[in-house]
């Protein structure tokens, strides 16, 4: 797919500098990045549903979160009941394709980030086409408000809409 994306994030978006702040990092693979700002409360089971609600409550309280990236399964997936393995999900091609589509088009890296800026920066550069291009192949993207919230009609802090069933 040809798209016109020319988005760079600098590492001044804000990398922890400390030892502290890195170990209190939340490890997030690249396109949870964009599912931690549509979710609404609603997921796989209560298990999974309880991750997510002390996560993003995190990410939606506090000013500044270390988010360590990984290319894997992260602390959101260890409660997933798809999660088959470490490294491995029911739909890990899907996943993969997400992650690596998020990865290429935020110019991301498998290292610690300020997840507060990430997504400042994320929702000031993402156009239609390019949340089309990663998110299209998720099940929820036609009926989830992701969209609306990631494109910015939203509030500026993540918020309500709805999280993927199924990826
Ligand atoms: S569906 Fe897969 S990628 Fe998504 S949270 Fe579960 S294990 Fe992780």
């Given at each position: 797919m040809e798209l016109n994306i020319n988005i760079k994030i600098s590492v001044s978006?804000?990398?922890?500098?400390?030892?502290?702040?890195?170990?209190?990092?939340?490890?997030?693979?690249?396109?949870?990045?964009?599912?931690?700002?549509?979710?609404?409360?609603?997921g796989y089971d209560d298990t999974f549903k309880t991750r997510m609600d002390e996560v993003v409550h995190r990410l939606r309280t506090e000013e500044q979160t270390p988010v360590m990236l990984v290319f894997s399964t992260d602390d959101l997936c260890s409660a997933c009941p798809n999660r088959l393995g470490e490294d491995l999900c029911r739909t890990n091609e899907k996943v993969k394709?997400?992650?690596?589509?998020?990865?290429?088009?935020?110019?991301?890296?498998?290292k610690t980030y300020i997840y507060q800026n990430l997504v400042r920066i994320i929702r000031k550069t993402?156009?239609?086409?390019?949340?089309?291009y990663i998110c299209g192949d998720c099940s929820w993207y036609p009926v989830s408000a992701c969209r609306e919230q990631v494109l910015g009609s939203g509030p500026d802090q993540p918020s309500a809409a709805v999280i993927h069933p199924e990826e």
């Open positions: 978006c804000g990398e922890p500098d400390t030892e502290k702040e890195r170990k209190y990092a939340i490890r997030l693979r690249p396109h949870h990045l964009l599912c931690t700002q549509g979710y609404s409360g609603v394709a997400l992650d690596q589509k998020t990865a290429e088009c935020f110019h991301l890296e498998e993402i156009t239609p086409e390019v949340m089309d």
